[in-house]
């Protein structure tokens, strides 16, 4: 069974940094694309940036671009988000999510209908003084 675990979250001040975790099994990371997502409440979930399988390219939202950095360890079966210059407009939950898409050859921060995605649960991020 596929499972996706982030860690990480928490209340961070403006201007701080945090690393987000994301724990996969059940499926093998290397294979699949992957990309971070956020929610805040009252808003739709957007997508932060994401990493394409075979880790051929990379990308991120305006927002985030400068700021945040994604990459993964397929030995560890992790992929990580690393967020700097936090701002209380990053403050949401955030997911991770993973999809396997060989007909697509590039990951996607879209909320991609054509692409069947593993959730997990979401972290708690909170930017605030």
């Known amino acids: 069974q596929a499972r996706l675990v982030e860690s990480g979250g928490g209340l961070v001040q403006p201007g701080g940094s945090l690393r987000l975790s994301c724990v996969v099994s059940g499926f093998r990371l290397q294979n699949y694309h992957v990309g971070w997502f956020r929610q805040a409440p009252g808003k739709e979930r957007e997508g932060v940036s994401c990493i394409s399988a075979g880790d051929v390219g990379t990308n991120y939202s305006d927002s985030v671009k400068g700021r945040f950095a994604i990459f993964r360890d397929n030995a560890r079966n992790t992929v990580y988000l690393e967020m700097k210059s936090l701002q209380p407009e990053d403050t949401a939950v955030y997911y991770c999510?993973?999809?396997?898409?060989?007909?697509?050859?590039?990951?996607?921060?879209?909320?991609?209908?054509?692409?069947?995605?593993?959730w997990g649960r979401g972290t708690q991020v909170t930017v605030s003084s």
């Open positions: 999510a993973a999809d396997w898409s060989p007909y697509l050859p590039f990951c996607s921060i879209d909320l991609d209908q054509r692409r069947t995605r593993w």
